[in-house]
């Protein structure tokens, strides 16, 4: 094991300060997301209401498509430091900067002490690496248990003999990130690939060793998976994606896992291409100049880097599952080949300066787009809830048109201490956004309506809550449901007023004309 001198800690405690600064920036402020209000109103009950959640069979198939090792994380998370958006997002903080820190250890001992800090460095501005940080989901802790694993198998693998202790570490390892998140197994099954291509008995023998170790760890959930599998199968909502969807996730993982309006999208683009495109062909050109042990090196990240996305895209093609966020291992990589590029590829300083600069452009536009994003899904949910709250009568009813707006609402009322009567319709039956099944509605006490009427059933006056882009979803989609949902809403009510929130809008239906006490959904 390398000891860290005075020269290397100094560096690196500096960039670890400065990712903290880059994850504190905005970390209360943006709005909760569906998936982070779900996250929120999922916790804090105990694990009984998480089982019940996600395995609780549905028609064959479990009810929810998660492991729960980071949800029970959260569960002792938010014992200690509370529910705030701030408080809920910390914990994937400090996920995140200890990722960095492994990254750090990854590539001192696959390369030097200096592509080590270099790769801890990109890591740390890394825009895409900077939003899991600061999402209060499961993928900064994905992250942090792949990079742990990669590092247990460098340490097993470059040992003179078995090293029995790494290698179960790394099976540890792998088992965490699947009871984290399941989409791990395709960069699961790329490390673990490695052995075989090097040839080298001792490390497939060590690498079954870990195996064994992962499936006996993760042993208690292989009961419960097919039925998740079968729920994806059955139907998700990613569509099939197609070989362009590649140059997307590049940008993503070199700007941001947004939709970045142009022109900035295709700056970014563009300056993805150049350097990924530039360090591939960099790799290949240097190739016989390098040292056996450099050369394996950098094809193992490159291995690491691109086989986790081919894998996903080529699954996809049968079952879709393809998600820049289910590829953080793959980004991670990425910043390491960029940390050895700069440290190790012997370029000119004029030319490292000028990838550098735009590396932070890349990083400009992501972090710029990152901390000011208010539109969906990161919708002003607050300030909707606290116009309701300025204006509640008694009698008034909240009604969502769907699950996305309804629990990140639910959830800032909750956290007013004013809270307010909200109520969702149900997604579409069996279509691929139909997510939030029965069990985990009633895990959550948040149970949706059939339909409008129900939803609006004792209302003295609806204010209800829709994205400004839904209607022109439905039309396109040739579904009738929310035109159907309105035409009650105008034969009921009398529209009073409409107030846009960037892309939510926000309607009050006051002087209520057919009875309160009719609440049965039409045939």
């Given at each position: 094991m390398k000891r860290m001198n005075r020269r290397t800690l100094l560096p690196l405690i500096t960039i670890l300060v400065l990712a903290v600064a880059l994850r504190l920036i905005q970390l209360g402020e943006r709005a909760f997301w569906y998936d982070e209000a779900f996250t929120a109103l999922f916790t804090g009950r105990g694990i009984e209401p998480l089982l019940q959640g996600t395995i609780t069979p549905v028609n064959g198939t479990a009810a929810d498509i998660h492991p729960l090792l980071y949800y029970a994380s959260v569960e002792g998370w938010r014992?200690?430091?509370?529910?705030?958006?701030?408080?809920?997002?910390?914990?994937?903080?400090?996920?995140?900067?200890?990722?960095?820190?492994?990254?750090?250890?990854?590539?001192r001992d696959l390369f030097d002490t200096r592509t080590g800090l270099l790769t801890a460095l990109i890591t740390a501005i890394a825009p895409f690496h900077v939003q899991y940080s600061q999402e209060a989901r499961m993928?900064?802790?994905m992250g942090l248990c792949l990079a742990f694993t990669t590092w247990a198998f460098i340490r097993a693998f470059r040992s003179d003999n078995i090293a029995w202790g790494w290698w179960a570490a790394l099976g540890i390892g792998a088992a965490l990130a699947m009871y984290t998140q399941q989409l791990s197994a395709f960069y699961l099954a790329a490390l673990g690939l490695i052995p075989l291509i090097a040839r080298r008995r001792s490390a497939m023998i060590g690498m079954g060793?870990?195996?064994?170790?992962?499936?006996?760890?993760?042993?208690?959930?292989?009961?419960?998976?097919?039925?998740?599998?079968?729920?994806?199968?059955?139907?998700?909502?990613?569509?099939?994606?197609?070989?362009?969807?590649?140059?997307?996730?590049?940008?993503?993982?070199?700007?941001?896992?947004?939709?970045?309006?142009?022109?900035?999208?295709l700056i970014g683009l563009g300056i993805a291409l150049v350097l990924v495109i530039f360090l591939?062909?960099?790799?290949?050109?240097?190739?016989?100049?390098?040292?056996?042990?450099e050369r394996g090196a950098i094809l193992w990240v490159v291995w690491l880097f691109a086989a986790p996305i081919a894998g996903m895209w080529l699954v996809s093609q049968v079952r879709p599952v393809y998600l820049d966020r289910g590829l953080i291992g793959s980004a991670l990589m990425l910043y390491l080949a960029f940390g050895w590029l700069f440290a190790r590829?012997?370029?000119?300083?004029?030319?490292?300066?000028?990838?550098?600069?735009?590396?932070?452009?890349?990083?400009?536009?992501?972090?710029?787009?990152?901390?000011?994003w208010n539109t969906f899904p990161n919708a002003p949910y607050p300030q909707l809830v606290g116009y309701v709250q300025s204006q509640v009568q008694p009698g008034d009813v909240v009604i969502h048109q769907d699950k996305t707006s309804a629990l990140p609402s639910i959830y800032y009322a909750g956290q007013t201490g004013q809270p307010l009567e909200q109520r969702y319709l149900r997604d579409e039956p069996n279509a691929p956004d139909d997510t939030l099944l029965l069990p985990t509605q009633q895990a959550l006490g948040l149970l949706a309506d059939a339909c409008i009427q129900a939803a609006g059933r004792g209302a003295a006056r609806v204010w209800w809550v829709m994205f400004t882009f839904a209607p022109g979803q439905f039309a396109a989609a040739g579904i009738d449901t929310l035109e159907n949902d309105l035409v009650w809403l105008n034969n009921a009510f009398a529209e009073s007023e409409t107030v846009t929130l960037n892309?939510?809008?926000?309607?009050?239906?006051a002087n209520r004309t057919i009875p309160a006490d009719q609440g049965d959904c039409a045939p």
């Open positions: 014992v200690l430091f509370g529910s705030s958006v701030f408080a809920l997002r910390l914990w994937s903080v400090l996920l995140g900067i200890a990722t960095i820190g492994v990254m750090f250890l990854i590539g993928y900064a802790l060793f870990g195996a064994f170790v992962a499936l006996t760890v993760y042993a208690p959930w292989l009961l419960i998976l097919p039925g998740q599998l079968s729920r994806v199968a059955v139907g998700y909502w990613i569509d099939v994606p197609p070989a362009a969807r590649v140059l997307l996730t590049l940008r993503s993982f070199v700007v941001v896992n947004l939709d970045v309006p142009p022109p900035a999208a591939f062909v960099h790799i290949v050109m240097r190739r016989r100049r390098q040292s056996v042990h590829g012997g370029l000119p300083a004029p030319l490292r300066i000028g990838l550098a600069g735009l590396g932070l452009i890349a990083a400009g536009i992501g972090l710029n787009a990152h901390y000011g892309d939510l809008s926000l309607t009050l239906y």
